[in-house]
């Protein structure tokens, strides 16, 4: 199990005082050992803008990949090692496509990787520790931590060839093609 996310959440009291609501470990954590990752959800938003005054726990609804409608998700995901992912292939691609993820045009039938997949969402990562290798249908870069990515709708899968596992704070915003 990953070391817990530490999520700090502000608000305002009674008088419009600003106030700390939350701190502590982030409870709305997800394990995916058939694919290796392990997804903790910290905010979820329904549109754009957002509210500043709703008073509930916005990150711990479940919530699936991409955000609802017009709305926003904020979450860290740990991806192990691949070479400790034991799940064939086959069954891998087939664990993404059962919820409804998979990538589109020439990868569709033949992805280079089984969590090769595509989003309507416009994607701000950022690498917090390891390294990790971003697929795209025919080209691949290597992140180390620091750095950033902005992901527009496109195929790509996230690849951890390291020793070491890597964690990616996302920030995924609905999109329209």
Not at 74 to 86: D, I, L, M, Q, Y
Request: glycine content about 8%; aromatic content about 4%.
């Amino acid at each position: 199990m990953p070391a817990p996310v530490r999520r700090v959440v502000t608000g305002k009291d009674s008088t419009g005082k600003a106030v700390f609501i939350s701190d502590g470990p982030a409870k709305n954590v997800h394990e995916r050992p058939e694919s290796g990752t392990t997804n903790t959800v910290l905010w979820v938003t329904d549109r754009m803008p957002a509210s500043l005054s709703d008073s509930g726990n916005a990150g711990g609804r479940k919530i699936g990949v991409e955000p609802p409608p017009s709305g926003t998700i904020f979450r860290v995901v740990e991806f192990a090692p691949e070479k400790n992912v034991k799940t064939d292939f086959e069954t891998r691609l087939s664990l993404m496509r059962n919820i409804r993820l998979g990538p589109e045009g020439p990868s569709r039938d033949k992805p280079r990787h089984p969590g090769m997949h595509r989003t309507a969402t416009i994607d701000y990562a950022l690498i917090l520790s390891g390294e990790i290798d971003l697929l795209l249908d025919d080209s691949e870069v290597h992140l180390k931590t620091g750095d950033t990515v902005v992901q527009r709708g496109t195929n790509h899968a996230w690849v951890n060839r390291e020793d070491e596992p890597c964690r990616i704070a996302f920030i995924l915003l609905d999109a329209k093609d």
